[in-house]
Every structure is written in C-alpha cells, then in structure tokens.
C-alpha cells in the first residue's frame, strides 16, 4: 500500500509527501501529511492531488483524485480588506509603495513575535483607517542622527516595542564589530529616559487610537527603556537603567563616570570599569506622541555621519531578520544582567553627575550670583538636571512650579511642541521674568538633604534635586535672564530684556559664541 499526496499550483509540484505500507499500522491514527511541509505557502488556489496504490499477490489497484483548495493564511482578509483600502484612497498614496505595505502587513499578521499588534491592525483596518494603516506599514522607520524616531504606534514605521528591539539588536552587533564581544560584555551598557507617558486609549490629533489591549497603552519612554534592556541583557550585555526620568546630559556624564560612581573597578587594574556605551528614550524637542531611541558611544557622545553608516545597516539587517532574543527584565534583574538605579543609589549617582560637571566647569561653590534666571523646564527633565545645577551655582531662580512638574503631555510647551527654539516656547517663562505670573515665586540653594532622604520623583519640596531651597517671594523687579529647554534638557533656549523692555531670544550661533567665549576664558583664566 503506498499513498502519495502532492500539492500543485499550474502542474508544479509544491510540496508532497509518500507514506509506505510500514507507515499503516494504524491508519486511523496516522495524518497523512506528517512527512509532508505545507508552510510558508502564499495566498492562492491549488490542487491538492492524492494517489492511492494497492499490490498483493493477486491483483493491483489505483486510485488518484485531484481536489481544488485554497489556501488562505492567518490574516489574509485583513490584507485584503487593506488591499481594498488602499486603492480607495486613489491619489492620497503612492501606488507603486502598496506590495511593500502589504509585504508588510503580511509579515507583521502572521510572524509570532508580532502576534501582540494583531488586534491594533484588525482594528484599523475595521474603522477603515487606511491612511494611517498605509503610513504605518509603508517602510520603515528610519535611522537618522544617533537613533531612530517617529510617532508611536503599530507598524515598521512607527515607534514601538518592535523598532526599539530591531534597533538594540543592531546596536549590540555595531557594538560587538566596533570593540569586540568580550570587551562589550565586561562594559554594558546604560540607559536613561525621558517623561514621556502612553496612559491608555487616546484620541490625538495625529496619534492613532488602539484597543484597550493594546501593548502600546500604558507604556511610557521608561518602559521603553527596559523593554531595550531586554535585549541586551539577552545577548550577555550588563544594562544600568536609571529608573526615572533623567537628562540626556546626565547620560553623557554617566557613560564616561559610572564605573568611578558606583566603584565599578576591575580586579586587576584597578582601574573604572565605565559603560562602553549608553542609549536614552527620548524624541527630543517633538509633541507627545512621538518618541525615540538615541545611541551614545564611549565618549559620551552621539554617532554622526559618516561614522554612523554601520550602525544604520546594522540595525536594517536587524530588522530584516527578525527572531531577537529577549531575557525577560525580572528574570535579568535576577541574574545580575540588568541593574536599576533607584532609590537611594539614584540620589547618589545624581549628585555625584552634578559634581563631576561642577568640577569640570568650575562652578560648584560659588559665591551668591548677581543674576535672577526664570526658569522653565516645559514639563521634562530638566527639573532634575539644570535646575539644582543653577542652584548649587548660586543662582536665584524664579518658578512658577506647574511648569517644572514632569508631564509627558507637555501642557505648558505651546501647541505641546516642546522645542525652546521657538520664539512661543518663551511665552510663559517670560511672563514670569518680568512678575506678570502671580504664581510664580523664587527659590535658592539652602543647603542638601541627608541621602537617605532623598526621594526618586521630583515632588513639591524640591526633595527629588536631594536639595533644600529657600522659597522667596519673587522681586517685582525684571529678571536678567529667561531660560527654557526641551523635554531631555539638551536644547537650551535663552533670552534677555534690552533697555526698552522688549525680550530677545538667542538663537543657536549666539549660544554657540557664548560657549566658545566662556571656554576660550575658562581655558586661559579659570573663568570668574
């Protein structure tokens, strides 16, 4: 007895299989395509062809049938209904991108690793929101200067748990080819995030709505930033996560110091085992609901082109490729892979950063400054960065605190554009400089907190700088100079009051200047 069982598609044969008479003992129980491999197959018509031969001692029989299925894999009315979709919007897309979304969509439907943004696409595709699902799965998200960002959402071109994964694992093998695997797994790696936060089922101008079961809801940049622990605690890589908000400064300062802050030393040398590299959450000065991943190398200091080709085609065949391994962050904590820096061991990294910069720039100690700054973080990091280091300057600042409360939504930067580039970026800042905010008050340094008191969230007492301020009415009297800064405080926007009242802004040249000045003085002078 012998079966055969061929699968055809215009006379070619695409998959079979053939079972011998050793193969019946049971037939009931045997399924007749065990030997045979049917996956992968594309959406389509076939004729699934089985022959049935029977010889003894006497006679012989055969019988052979032909049947027409179709096959049609998970999601394929999903595609189609995009496919559909797509054609109706007409002149609103790019004809010729519609196989690379559907190629897209394809693999995102029907690969395990993505089977957490199913509900999100069918759910799009059900509310007929075929521009946004087109701009979602078009291409992917690019990799521009030190990282990737975009809006978040669902998709390849969209920031999510998926692109942050594709562009760690290309990280770790950028990492592994520039400085070899050994030398990176004794280093690791560190990470810092922004306020950024996705509390659930929203309804944005220009951020997509999802299912309450959604994996983008209820994350935030800091989650973010261990779902990419994961994957480079999975590869042997040590992760030291700063498990609150912080500064893209603070970053570089960590990347070249943490060994010497923590007393991370190796056992023969002696020497500062510091991270070989960092990376922090952030999209910068853009609205909430972008987001972003940015990569820093040991020098503190971001990629840029050219130096950054490998890094780009890396991170693409990290995409392409797809099966990234994860350790899970609980199970990495664990095993010592992955290191969060909360607590108490925060408040000493976070003073020990400050002091670092102050012994570097000189500034630490000094005597009561003359200046009155008003002072505006837009709702990001910067509370926890510029403002104690102005204090501990001996600068008097003047607040106005809902401002300097962290908040992804960013509800005190104009049209929720945080960028102090922008001339409205001053708007409530220099309301304040000139005693307009009847909220607004002044604070200066009056001392530190014990360690033990110090706090990770930045609460109304100022305990989360460790630092004790003494909190003044503010003066009627014009401030000398208003200064804001972006959501990771590493873009700065100052301006000051000419003799006639009227405020202007600095832009990039005249900050550049300034900071090439100081410098020059500095290098020459120690400057006063």
């Known amino acids: 007895l012998t079966v055969e069982v061929n699968l055809k598609q215009e006379e070619n044969v695409i998959a079979g299989a053939s079972l011998g008479a050793a193969d019946f003992d049971n037939v009931d129980k045997k399924v007749i395509f065990a030997n045979a491999s049917f996956d992968n197959l594309a959406n389509g018509k076939y004729i699934l062809e089985i022959s049935v031969s029977c010889l003894n001692d006497k006679n012989s029989s055969f019988i052979k049938e032909e049947v027409e299925i179709e096959v049609r894999q998970e999601g394929s009315e999903i595609i189609e209904k995009a496919k559909e979709g797509f054609i109706s ?86 990492l592994f080819s520039e400085y070899g695997e050994d030398s990176v797994r004794k280093h690791g790696v560190v990470g810092v995030a922004d306020v950024r936060k996705y509390p659930g089922y929203q309804d944005k101008q220009s951020w997509g709505i999802f299912p309450q079961d959604s994996v983008i809801n209820n994350t935030s940049s800091v989650e973010f930033m261990k779902i990419a622990a994961e994957v480079y605690a999975a590869y042997g890589i040590p992760v030291f996560l700063v498990n609150a908000p912080r500064t893209t400064p603070q970053l570089s300062i960590l990347v070249q110091n943490l060994g010497d802050v923590l007393n991370r030393r190796d056992a023969e040398t002696g020497e500062a085992i510091n991270p070989i590299a960092g990376f922090v959450i952030t999209s910068s000065h853009n609205q909430p609901w972008y987001n972003g991943i940015k990569f820093y190398i040991h020098t503190g200091s971001q990629l840029v082109p050219p130096f950054d080709y490998n890094l780009i085609l890396a991170s693409q065949k990290a995409a392409e490729a797809g099966n990234i391994k994860r350790f899970v962050l609980a199970e990495a904590i664990t095993e010592g892979l992955v290191n969060i820096l909360d607590g108490d061991i925060l408040g000493k990294v976070d003073f020990a950063c400050r002091k670092i910069a102050a012994e570097a720039y000189g500034y630490l100690g000094a005597e009561d400054r003359i200046l009155t700054i008003a ?135 005249d900050e550049s200047n300034l900071m090439l000045i100081w410098a020059k003085c500095s290098l020459l002078n120690k400057f006063k």
Not at 132 to 143: M, N
Not at 476 to 483: E, G, L, R, S, Y
């Open 375 to 509: 002072f505006d973080s837009m709702n990001g990091t910067g509370n926890t960065w510029a403002l104690p280091i102005l204090l501990e300057a001996g600068y008097c600042l003047r607040i106005n605190q809902k401002f300097l409360l962290q908040d992804g939504d960013f509800p005190s930067a104009p049209l929720q554009i945080p960028n102090p580039e922008l001339a409205q970026s001053f708007n409530n800042v220099i309301s304040i400089a000139r005693s307009e905010d009847d909220q607004a008050f002044e604070i200066k340094l009056a001392g530190y907190l014990r360690v033990e008191d110090k706090v990770v969230e930045y609460i109304d007492n100022f305990s989360g700088t460790g630092l004790k301020v003494a909190v003044l009415e503010a003066s009627k009297n014009v401030a000398d100079v208003a200064m804001t800064m972006d959501p990771d405080a590493d873009r700065i926007g100052v301006a000051f009051a000419d003799s006639d009242g009227t405020w202007h802004g600095f832009n990039e040249n």
């Open 89 to 174: 919007l007409g002149a609103g897309i790019n004809g010729e991108d519609v196989p690379a979304v559907l190629e897209n969509l394809e693999r995102w439907l029907t690969r395990e690793e993505y089977k957490e943004a199913c509900s999100s696409i069918a759910q799009m595709v059900k509310e007929d929101r075929f521009d946004e699902l087109f701009d979602s799965f078009f291409k992917t998200l690019a990799f521009g200067t030190g990282g990737r960002r975009g809006l978040v959402g669902i998709g390849p071109n969209r920031f999510n748990h998926w692109t942050v994964r594709e562009s760690v694992k290309g990280h770790i093998d950028w």
